[in-house]
Nanobody, 115 residues
Framework: QVQLVESGGGLVQPGGSLRLSCAASGRIFSINTMGWYRQAPGEQREFVARIDNNGFTNYAGSVKGRFTISRDNARNTVYLQMNNLSPEDTAVYYC?????????WGKGTRVTVSP
């Protein structure tokens, strides 16, 4: 099993920045992909960004150029730097990890963008 713990959410004004972190522990495999989804109130969960163990990244179009995903393999941690936030980014952000044909999810961290 793999446990994922997110942190870094909170309340921020439009145009502001936040940095989310997600630390993985447990049965860790070196070949993996980690990333983020988000779910806004009343909406379905949507893909945000992902990064594999080689550092290859993908982003949703809505966040490209504003969000940056990175990782520290030694710490089994993935980060999401979010800049120029807008109210449309308000959501619960969920970290995930794919390894060995399984997907693990964190419990989520809430991001609220409001004046």
């Amino acid at each position: 099993q793999v446990q994922l713990v997110e942190s870094g959410g909170g309340l921020v004004q439009p145009g502001g920045s936040l940095r989310l972190s997600c630390a993985a522990s447990g049965r860790i495999f070196s070949i993996n992909t980690m990333g983020w989804y988000r779910q806004a109130p009343g909406e379905q969960r949507e893909f945000v960004a992902r990064i594999d163990n080689n550092g290859f990244t993908n982003y949703a179009g809505s966040v490209k150029g504003r969000f940056t995903i990175s990782r520290d393999n030694a710490r089994n941690t993935v980060y999401l730097q979010m800049n120029n936030l807008s109210p449309e980014d308000t959501a619960v952000y969920y970290c995930y990890r794919e390894q060995d044909d399984a997907t693990y999810w964190g419990k989520g961290t809430r991001v609220t963008v409001s004046p």
